[in-house]
């Protein structure tokens, strides 16, 4: 019962982590580009803890998901679903945060860059819920298209050759 509990802590902290992401967001919109150095160093500085923060999540997610898929029947899918919900709000708002830096700048990359990373990220802890669930190699849901990332990644040769 204990497990129950904290995955429902989870849960609901996961919940506020969106809402905070979404204020964030609603802060960002229309926010003019930023010209001075100092100000995008800050900015950076601020926004790369969060990343970091949101990088060891999702691996945690990814190395516990065989323990957290045996808590409940319920885990099985909705942890997947609620990472899923954060990573929506994250892309907003990574759009948001790459727009406050003029378009050449190394921070504008280095934004870009993160972007990825949280998305890579992301996508592994999902697909390490889907793991386990079905023949081993494919996973429970048919790929959207051969050429989304999604479609390409589910084609891939999982043999190891």
């Known amino acids: 019962m204990a497990a129950l509990n904290e995955i429902q802590d989870v849960y609901t902290e996961m919940d506020t982590m969106v809402a905070v992401v979404l204020t964030d967001v609603k802060f960002m919109t229309n926010t003019a580009t930023i010209t001075d150095q100092t100000e995008q160093q ?36 909705r942890v997947p679903a609620e990472i899923r919900i954060l990573q929506s709000a994250v892309d907003a708002y990574f759009y948001n945060i790459i727009g406050l830096f003029p378009a050449n700048s190394s921070y504008n990359a280095q934004a870009n860059n993160q972007k990825a990373q949280v998305d890579t990220h992301c996508f592994q802890a999902v697909w390490a819920f889907d793991r386990g669930n079905s023949n081993g190699s494919q996973a429970t849901y048919q790929a959207r298209g051969g050429s989304s990332l999604h479609g390409r990644w589910m084609k891939r040769d999982t043999s190891g050759k």
Request: proline share 0%; hydrophobic share 35%; glycine share 2%.
């Open 42 to 77: 800050d900015v950076y500085e601020g926004y790369s803890n969060f990343v970091q923060s949101l990088l060891e999540l999702m691996d945690a997610f990814s190395s516990s998901a065989s323990q957290l898929k045996h808590i409940n029947q319920e885990t099985k899918t």
